[in-house]
């Protein structure tokens, strides 16, 4: 159902499904700032990408909506 959703956002606004992710964490609190990892500059790139794609209030929180009815399994913590 989630990555169902991302792959729906993927399409409609043009971009890949790490760079909505990353916007999904930009659009969660003014203070965060993802930090993602790479060794290619071109994925990079792509990760700067992200602060161009704008979720609305509406997005955020049907992902928000999805990751809340997911069951964690507590045993691997």
Same mark, same amino acid.
């Given at each position: 159902?989630?990555? %169902?959703?991302?792959h729906?956002? +993927?399409? /409609?606004? @043009?971009a #890949?499904?790490?760079?909505?992710v990353? !916007?999904? +964490?930009?659009?969660? /609190?003014?203070f965060i700032?993802?930090?993602?990892? #790479? #060794?290619?500059? !071109?994925?990079?790139? +792509?990760n700067? +990408? !992200?602060m @161009?794609?704008?979720?609305s #209030?509406?997005e955020? !929180?049907?992902i @928000?909506?999805i990751? @809340?009815?997911?069951?964690? %399994?507590?045993?691997?913590?």
């Amino acid at each position: 159902m989630l990555l %169902d959703f991302i792959h729906q956002l +993927e399409q /409609r606004k @043009n971009a #890949t499904a790490a760079q909505i992710v990353l !916007a999904w +964490e930009l659009a969660q /609190r003014p203070f965060i700032v993802p930090i993602p990892g #790479t #060794t290619k500059l !071109a994925r990079l790139q +792509e990760n700067l +990408e !992200a602060m @161009n794609v704008q979720l609305s #209030t509406a997005e955020v !929180a049907e992902i @928000n909506h999805i990751l @809340n009815q997911l069951e964690i %399994d507590e045993s691997y913590f």
